[in-house]
């Protein structure tokens, strides 16, 4: 019996290692980060109407003291598909994004591959990109500020 529990140990571990090595990853830069106050929020989404409801598949936050002068990079594990990525930075750790009176964000944003040049929030289809089976993705994110 015991013997039976390790085998599906090891068996369960090289299951686990083999996926992680031939897993895709998005090596994603940041670039543009105006100061090394609070957090950057990096969010995933897979579809249109996830984006617009602002429900993600995948996010988490990294201090921006970490990072090399304006610059940061990231490389998330992610399965293969269609994604689009964006980018918080939250200064004041509030979590969202925050307008002023006429509605314009007032903290940094960014979006992969895809630098917003009007005032209009994009749509999915404007940033989105595909990650095949075992591909390193590079995604590049500039951060812009009103």
Not at 2 to 15: A, E, G, N, Y
Not at 71 to 88: C, D, N, Q, T
Not at 90 to 98: A, I, L, Q, R, V
């Amino acid at each position: 019996m015991k013997s039976c529990i390790k085998s599906l140990c090891v068996l369960f571990l090289l299951v686990l290692l083999t996926h992680h090595v031939s897993a895709q990853v998005l090596d994603v830069r940041i670039t543009n980060v105006h100061n090394k106050k609070g957090l950057i929020r990096v969010a995933i989404f897979d579809c249109q109407s996830n984006f617009k409801k602002e429900k993600t598949c995948w996010d988490t936050c990294f201090y921006k003291k970490a990072f090399d002068k304006n610059e940061f990079r990231v490389k998330i594990p992610i399965h293969s598909g269609r994604f689009a990525l964006s980018v918080l930075d939250d200064e004041n750790c509030s979590g969202k994004m925050e307008y002023n009176f006429l509605g314009i964000p007032i903290k940094g944003f960014g979006f992969s591959d895809y630098y917003l040049k009007g005032l209009c929030k994009p749509v999915f289809d404007d940033f989105c990109f595909k990650i095949a089976k075992k591909e390193i993705k590079p995604i590049l994110v500039k951060m812009k500020y009103f």
